[in-house]
Each structure stands twice: as C-alpha cells, then as structure tokens.
C-alpha cells in the first residue's frame, strides 16, 4: 500500500526558506509522476510542482517558478520541495501526491494522482 508522510512545514518569514520532505513507501516509485499540491483557508487546491521520479521532466505552476525546485532521492525513496523566497500567498497546506502513470499527459492535475499524504502546514509571515 502507498504511503506518502509530508514533513518539513513551519513559520517562517517573508523572503525565508522550507524545504518540504515527502517519505514514500509501498511501491517501485521510479515509473511514477510525484506532484506537490497545496490548498489555502477558502480556496481551492491548487498545482505546485510536479517530477517524473528520477531526472524528470519537472513542472511548476507559475506563482512558484523560479523560487521552487522539486527532486527525488532514490536511496531515500523521498520527493523535495525547496522553497526558497517564500510570500505570504504561499501560506497554505502542502501536499505530496503519487501518479502511477508516468506517462501521464496532464502532470499538473490533481485528478491524475492515485495517493496523497496528509499534507504539511506551511505559514508565511510578512
């Protein structure tokens, strides 16, 4: 059974930096699409970023590109979200998400991911 634990939320100031660690277990993750996802108080969840596990492609969704990067580590079976000159429109829940579709054709949807962690509170003060 696939299991994604989200760690690495917090505080922190406007202009600082997270990075979001996403545990995965359960399964071969190397043909998988691994996204984050978030999802603010009143609004809808929304695309982050996303990885083919491995060396990519990446995706990002504007609001973030340029100050986020996603990864993988192998030897960790974990997906990374640096987060780096965070805003307040950052705060929200952050999310990890599995596609077992690597060949997905819409990486950035939350409807193409089959498993989802519990999400991490990530708070951006100004």
């Known amino acids: 059974q696939v299991q994604l634990v989200e760690s690495g939320g917090g505080l922190v100031q406007a202009g600082g930096s997270l990075r979001l660690s996403c545990a995965a277990s359960g399964s071969t993750f190397s043909r998988y699409f691994m996204g984050w996802f978030r999802q603010a108080p009143g609004k809808e969840r929304e695309f982050v970023s996303s990885?083919?596990?491995?060396?990519?492609?990446?995706y990002y969704a504007d609001s973030v590109k340029g100050r986020f990067t996603i990864s993988t580590d192998n030897a960790k079976s974990a997906v990374y979200l640096q987060m780096n000159s965070l805003k307040p429109e950052d705060t929200a829940v952050y999310y990890c998400?599995?596609?077992?579709?690597?060949?997905?054709?819409?990486?950035?949807?939350?409807?193409?991911?089959?498993?989802w962690g519990q999400g991490t509170q990530v708070t951006v003060s100004s």
């Open positions: 998400a599995a596609c077992a579709n690597y060949r997905t054709r819409d990486p950035r949807s939350s409807h193409e991911y089959d498993y």
């Open positions: 990885i083919r596990w491995g060396a990519g492609p990446t």
